[in-house]
């Protein structure tokens, strides 16, 4: 299991995850499924990785609330599975045409990653 | 406005994030819990997962925050909360605070109002005061003026210079008043064309005026000032073209000067023009002062070059009468030595406020070093919490940062009050008005001076918080933590930076008490100099000036003084009365010129200037200036017109060897003068002040052969000073009975510039006194702070070493070898700072060296006495805590544990 997270610096947004952005992308998409509260995120992320990543709740709550002040998500008032209340984040349309943006450049990032990594097995 | 918008929504947002938190941890329990964990074993788990939550909730609110600025204002709101706790503590800071900024702010506004702030004209950058330095001749170019302008000089410069836009010249005057009220003496400045377009202040109604009104033949005109405008006529704007009565002349008023506007740095009532009669003027007659506005971008030394030049040209131009030299002014070797008007207007009062400032800095260093102490002391008790706070992961900057927070927002209170403290203490300042002080309606609490105070709150702030934030930043928390635990006394290291600051204090402390006493030998100095008068508090002076107008034959002057002078002595009480050109320090000097004495030859073949005065018989008498040999004049000596002078001690020295040996000789003006006998020689008398040498005078009689015209013509002085003698000087009743006096001889004779000698003796001695007086408040205050901070130093050492005490007394110590510990601490802590300081004052005392009289910079009395002084006081200061220290029981101490 790697960590996608390194512990955020509070003062240096520029390293709060491993490359810009991967966090919102992947809570954005996840979001993009349907709206979830906090907790089911993590477990999500968890599940849909097959265990390979974990979100950090560090991270994940600035995260959430500076994609909320963005204007990408929206929060609501609801409850959780247990009937418990709770807030669910759902993406708004300017979240999902972020969201398209982002996972263009990031597939774009892979691709050049991958053939990187592929020159130097050589 | 939507940041306003989120500012308010932003505690739904900071509810929101909590209660996921909540529902993230519960959930998380719960599944730990179907893994079969205790409900309490999952819940710690699940928190511990999760990691630090106050952090984590913290970290997702400030998304919505302006981090920075709002931590700082958490920070000020806990600085506030923690003074509002200890109102003492605070109470003694910012009192501490608000003398030393508002004393700052006080002296900076008269600083900023008298040396700082261009002159109240428009262009004031622009103007010269024509000044030219004549060494060659005597007394008549003096330190404070300079030579003076002839109106000779003014015709040639004015009409032929290359540098001014314009120049003029004007002399100060008297006038009386008549018509309107009560006759009245006004102030009146004499003005040549070209002034009041060299000031270029518009008038607030009315005309300047014109080259129409300096014709001696054409119509006679008169502006007035905005007060006497006021005064006299309400205001009324009708009063342009109306017709005064000045000194029995019938004058149009053509116009009002506005509010505040000064020639120069005179007040003034009237503007009379000067109307010079161009056949009339000789060479010589330099009683002018010369103002002129430089072209744009015109150098002062082109335009020096420029009249230098015309030196030349004006003695080709004018004479001083057939059988004269003209080229006679080259041996005074005139050159002219133009400066800006502003430095004119300040004179030499720039090097005292320099050094008052100077004081009431350090009296503010003192300020801050006394604060720091008290913050140390403070930030002292609150040790153990930031140590705390640094175990837990405080940032060093952080710590300090809230440390200095605290300490500027004390520095900022502090200056608020400060501003009050500065107000008040300008009144006062201005009520008590230093006659000397120039521009003295000019100092205000202005912008400039509110950007000083608030410059000096933070950066007083920042200093003396840094000391504690340095000291407290440093913190290591494993070493602090343990050390307040039973450890016998406080380290060394934590006593260090509050005795390096008393030390720091008591050597700034000795700097001010050393100048201020020096300044107050000075005073004692000048106060046991022998002016050359005597009892000066029952000598009444007044000036009564009699103008062509009112009575033109110069022998009815004489007359009419004489009749004055015999009702004055009439008057019950009054021992003696006498007058004169001029009486001493009142910096009139009514002649200069030429003497011979009889058989003795000069050096390129004319002799020195000496100053003139003209006296009354009875005048020496009535000012207490003993008659050293020979005797007095009498009115025959007078009406008789006999060629009898009277002179100083020391010119009869410098003449003839001794007082006894000058009567009978001779002496004259000019090698075609007649021979004047010398009758008396009188006591030399100071006439430019008490720091000044007394100069050579010759008394002429008050009637007299006029020296200056061809054929013989009897002149007699019109203006002259009264000195009257008696014990009821300067009472109102005395004064009124002094009028009567004068009215019964002429009703029309105004009195003015009515003082006792000793007025006039006391304003002369002002500038010392102005000097002594700032530098003793400032000793002062730097004593007492400087022995509050010994106090303070000591006694809490005895409040930290109480259980050392307890133990030393239980040991068997004796109670007095326990007190000389603690006052041989703060003796040495003085001892230290007295050898700083010393060194410091030696060297700083001569910068003060012009502002001393008949004293050395380093009087050894003054640097024997004031470390005695300071020693014995910080003694007392340290037996206080160490009596107590004495006094403690040692069951008491070690119990308290």
Redesign the interface.
Known sequence: MSNLECV?M?NNPEHRDLFPGALEVMILQSLRLKPM???AL?KHIKQVSDDLLQV???SL??A???M??EGWLE?ETGT???G????IYRLTDAGIRHLEKEVISVEKMFAGITRVLAVAKV | MEWLAQFFSRRR?YE??S???Q??I???T?ELMADGMSRKQAGQMARR????VT???E??????QWPAFESVLADLKFAFRRLGKSPGFAATVLLTLAIGIGANTTVFSVVNGVLLKPLPYPDSGQLVSLWFNAPGAGGLANFSSGLQLSASMYFTFSEQNRSFLSMGIWTPSNASVTGVAEPEQVRTEMLSDGVLQTLDVPPAAGRWFAQADQDPHGGKTVMLSYGYWQRRFGGDRKVIGRAIQVDAQSREIVGVMPRGFRLVDRDFDLLVPLALERANQKLAGFGYYGIARLKPGMPLAQADADIARLIAVWMDSWSNGPGTNPHYYETWRITPAFRSLKQLVIGSIGGVLWVVMATVGLVMLIVCTNVANLLLVRAESRHQELSIRAALGAGRMRIARELLIESVSLGLLGGVIAVGVAFAGLRLLVASGPADLPRLSEISLDARSLGFTLALSVLSGLLFGSISALRYARTQGSATLGSTTRTASEGRARQRSRNVLVTAQVSMALILLVSAVLMIRTFAALRNVEPGFADPQHVQTMHIWIPDLLISDPQTVTHVQNNITDKLAAIPGVTSVGFAGAVPMENVDPNWDEIRVEGKSYEGGEPPLRLFNFVSPAYFNAMGTRLVAGRDFTWTDNYDLRPRVIVSENFARESWGSASAAVGERLRQFSNSPWQEVIGVVEDVRVHGVDEKAPAIIYWPAMLHDPYTAKPTIDAPRFVTFAIRSNRAGTESFLKRVQQAVWSVNASLPLASVNTMQEIYSQSLERTSFTLVMLAIAGAMALALSLIGVYGVISYAVSQRTREIGIRLALGAQKGVLRWMFVRSALVLTGIGVVIGLGAAAALMSLMKTLLFGISPLDPLTFLAVPLMLAIAAALASYLPARRAARIDPVEALRAE
């Open positions: 955020p509070a509260h906090g907790y993590v950090e709740e560090g709550y600035p959430l609330q500076r909320l002040k929060a959780s599975a247990k418990r209340p709770t807030r | 947002r929101d994030i209660i996921s938190v529902e993230h519960e959930e998380r719960e997962e999760f990691g630090n952090l984590l909730e970290r997702s609110r400030e998304v919505w």
